[in-house]
């Protein structure tokens, strides 16, 4: 007969695929502020609203998974974005360098 998992082995289970499901949405969350930041044809207020928008939720979701390099970087452009300040280029570099530090396989896979 095969033993049963713990509840700390489910619990811990269940906290790596919500943590592989942040890891994917974040990644596609930076890829879609590279592309509002290329994109000029666009009104600048909706590009920046949308900024903002994924700025804003970026910053509290890595909170919540305990991630404070993306939080801080995530927050620092959405102040950023709400200040009006006109490069936020080296804001998102800032912020894409957070999510290649913290975000790697290793440290999604193992917690550290």
């Given at each position: ?23 994917t949405s974040t990644l ?51 102040d950023a974005i709400v ?30």
């Open positions: 007969m095969t033993a049963q998992p713990s509840k700390t082995d489910l619990i811990d289970a269940k906290l790596r695929t919500l943590t592989e499901k942040f890891r596609g969350d930076i890829e879609r502020l590279h592309e509002i930041v290329r994109d000029t044809d666009s009104e600048v207020g909706p590009r920046r609203d949308g900024m903002r928008r994924i700025a804003h939720s970026l910053a509290g979701r890595a909170g919540t998974f305990g991630f404070p390099k993306i939080t801080a970087a995530a927050a620092e452009l959405e200040a009006g300040q006109e490069d936020l280029e080296g804001l998102l570099q800032r912020l894409t360098a957070a999510v290649e530090s913290e975000l790697t396989t290793e440290t999604v896979t193992t917690g550290g």
